[in-house]
């Protein structure tokens, strides 16, 4: 995890406690779940995603699309100022851009540009299912 202080405060032990290991693994060390293994991978539920380590609003299904990559998929988040890029050069030389939230600094996943999905911003925020929450709306 980032030393980068953010507006909501993780109490990390009892955010372990609260959550199965493989959300706390992914959420606080940017882990990631197995393809095609997430419960939102192909939901169609009508809904907010949210922060599972915080609440904080994400994502709304509007923005959802099945991209086939094995895990949700959404073309925008619900603010810019919800998620916060960094880059990502753990694959190195493979450059990637990580997204967090930006209430809490818990790992979401990684966005991708230019694959040539037919969504309005040409955008695959490919977001780890563990690391969400859907709310009815």
Known sequence: MSEKNYPVSIDEAA??????????????NAATERPFT?????????????????SAELFRSETKFHSGCGWPSFYAPTADDAVELI???SLFPRVRTEVR??????????????????????????I?????ILEDI
């Open 15 to 28: 955010l372990k406690a609260k959550l199965d290991p493989l959300s706390y693994e992914v959420l606080r």
């Open 38 to 54: 997430g419960e939102y991978t192909d939901t169609d539920k009508v809904g907010v995603y949210k922060c599972k380590a915080c």
């Open 87 to 89: 880059e990502d050069r």
């Open 101 to 126: 939230c930006a209430a809490c600094g818990s790992h979401l996943g990684h966005i991708f540009k230019g694959e040539g999905y037919d969504v309005p911003t040409d955008e695959r925020w490919c």
């Open 128 to 132: 780890n299912s563990v690391s969400l």
